[in-house]
């Protein structure tokens, strides 16, 4: 079965209603986050691969117009979508860019059935892989040094957003993840021990950890908290000396005041001659613990963030939108109160650090400037390979480099400035007065005032 049903039913509503007036105008629709949760002084931008590969191959499955027919839709409408595919054209932020409120992050030209039926897969991967993305930006600028490891997947709102996760977790800059599938799929690096079941299955930590290293020789990460940390360290110690090992090795600490217990761990192995044993920390970890890390100098190697970013704990979910601008060459907008939008296809350039030019598509940026949105799709084909994950951090880092202090601040951030170019700003004005007055009701005997 395809993915042309997941999508809400007013979806398929208006798209049977405009395919059977044979409205084929093509329409400009805008997605955009209305504004940015309270703790975040930035977005990154992420979801697009997924949405390119949803448009591509977009099409109603036999058992899609089966169910449809079930469900009571006209035959005619039925018949219709069964020959619909997307044959738009689509501007977007790529990937690993960081965007403010109200910036397009994508934007869809496309005959109006076609854009309108697309709007909700298209929202729901930006605004959570967007949300997901930012989350692990913000964990990776918290941890500084120290390594970063995806833990997230049991955690996930399902294993789609486990799968997603993995993939922006590492646009951000983590190093590794513990999904399995994600590594494969996307050439990450895997990475896991063991848990605490798997050290009370045995008789003693002694044992457990002598069983492991020689199981898995070069790569042997101890999990020391399920009974007493400080003496699963001395253990893991003595199993290392035992057998003689030297490769690849690390004990993981995942319970109480990871900070204090890291420095008393690092006392053991350095006075044990085991510096080069790693210290990893793990326990429902985000950017404001690996924050108070760094502050208290906490010797630690690596980090295991899980549960909180994979499902960006404290700010779950994006105001996000998307908008008719423009239907056949008429730019449109919405004018209600607190959710008014603006008219017409737009461009976002970037030419200072802290600020944006939101513009229309057709004028120019200011000398020097950046356009953030850039032509990924036409006529229901890309333009261009995938973007390696490498590609997109690079694209992430060099924007981080460039924001002001204030947005990168974790507790209380400030977005940077987006200004509407003054011809926006006619155009918004130009159009609210047409709407406006299309809507003024007529004065008494059936006229209106000049």
Known sequence: MGKALVTDL???????????????????????VRRLPTNRGFLVAAGLEDCLSYLESFAFAEEDLAWLRGAGFPAQS???????????????VPEGRVVFANEPILEVTAPIAEAQLVETYLLNQITYQSALATKA?????????IELIDFSLRRTHGTEAGMAVARVSAIAGFAATSNVEA??????VPSGTMAHSYIEAFSSEEEAFSAFAEDFPGHTTF?????????????????IRTLGLSEGLAVRLDSGDLAELARLTRERLDAAGLPDVRIVVSGGLDEYDLAGFREAAAPIDAAGVGTRMGVSADAPYLDSAYKLVD???????????GKATLPGAKQVWRHLPDRDLLATSEEPGPPGAEALLVPVMRSGRRLSPSDAI???RERLDRDLEALTPAALDLHSPSAPEVIVSE??????????????GRRRPAPPGGREHS
């Open 78 to 92: 039925v018949e219709q979508f069964a020959d619909l595919r997307f044959t738009g054209d689509v501007e977007a």
């Open 137 to 145: 930006t913000r964990c990776r600028l918290a941890a500084g040094d």
């Open 423 to 436: 011809r926006l700003t006619r155009l918004s004005e130009e159009v609210a007065t047409r709407l406006l």
């Open 327 to 337: 239907i056949g060459g008429r730019p449109v907008c919405k004018l209600s109160e």
């Open 390 to 392: 490498g590609a997109c």
């Open 223 to 239: 999990l020391v908290d399920t009974y007493d940390t400080l003496a699963g360290v001395d253990a893991a110690i003595e199993v």
């Open 183 to 188: 590594a494969r799929r996307f050439g990450l």
């Open 10 to 32: 007013y979806e398929l509503n208006m798209a049977a209603s405009f395919l059977r007036r044979d409205m084929k105008e093509r329409a400009t629709y805008s997605l955009f």
